[in-house]
């Protein structure tokens, strides 16, 4: 498969879409509050690990020319360079 040329801006917006609609409901559980959930943007398949690299190669292996976006489980940003994550209780 052939992957489409697709801006930064767009892959984060369609990674979002594919989160808020069909991927948070699934993932938000105590347990996995802090994870890094990675989504192939193109096929909406995704996975979680704490740091997101685990999930990363495990979608890689499955799709190279994949699209990635990484989203951390139940909070507004991914990393802080202050230290400080905002929760994020939608």
Same mark, same amino acid.
């Given at each position: 498969m052939q992957s +489409? *040329? *697709?801006?930064? !801006? !767009?892959?984060? /917006? /369609?990674?979002?879409e594919l989160y808020e609609n069909s991927i948070r409901q699934q993932v938000e559980r105590e347990e996995n509050i802090g994870k890094?959930? +990675?989504?192939?943007?193109e096929t909406g398949e995704y996975a979680i690990d704490k740091t997101g690299l685990e999930s990363a190669r495990y979608l890689r292996n499955k799709n190279p020319l994949a /699209?990635?976006?990484?989203? /951390? +489980?139940?909070?507004?940003?991914?990393?802080?360079f202050s230290g400080d994550m905002e929760r994020d209780y939608r």
């Open positions: +489409i *040329l *697709l801006s930064r !801006e !767009e892959v984060g /917006r /369609r990674a979002k890094m959930v +990675i989504i192939d943007i /699209r990635l976006f990484g989203i /951390r +489980i139940g909070y507004k940003v991914a990393v802080s």
